[in-house]
């Protein structure tokens, strides 16, 4: 088990930007996929971005790409999304997500998620 915790979200014109972080406790993070996912009121969760666990390899949702990019360090034990050209849709609580230790399955679906962080809101005003 990792234990996960947020930071960074906030309000934010359209067209700013936001870094969100994730702080990992224990000593797998370097061995575990790592996610983005957000979840808007009245909606699901949905993906957002996930990251292997050297960080070569991402993954995106198309509603994002290009505009936000899934960072991590592994001595920091920390992940980043770095959100850039906000709009009022990407409006949603923002959730880290952990997978599996050694799996290699990057963590682009619900299911692959073993633990979650609580959440940072992220709001864009028009």
């Known amino acids: 088990q990792v234990q996960l915790v947020e930071s960074g979200g906030g309000l934010v014109q359209a067209g700013g930007s936001l870094r969100l972080s994730c702080a990992a406790s224990g000593r797998t993070f370097s061995s575990r996929t790592m996610g983005w996912f957000r979840q808007a009121p009245g909606k699901e969760r949905e993906f957002v971005a996930a990251?292997?666990?050297?960080?070569?390899?991402?993954s995106y949702a198309d509603s994002v790409k290009g505009r936000f990019t899934i960072s991590r360090d592994n001595a920091k034990n920390t992940v980043y999304l770095q959100m850039n050209s906000l709009k009022p849709e990407d409006t949603a609580v923002y959730y880290c997500?952990?997978?599996?230790?050694?799996?290699?399955?990057?963590?682009?679906?619900?299911?692959?998620?073993?633990?979650w962080g609580q959440g940072t809101q992220v709001t864009v005003s028009s």
């Open positions: 990251i292997s666990w050297s960080g070569d390899t991402t």
């Open positions: 997500a952990a997978g599996r230790q050694f799996s290699i399955l990057l963590v682009t679906i619900i299911p692959l998620c073993e633990n």
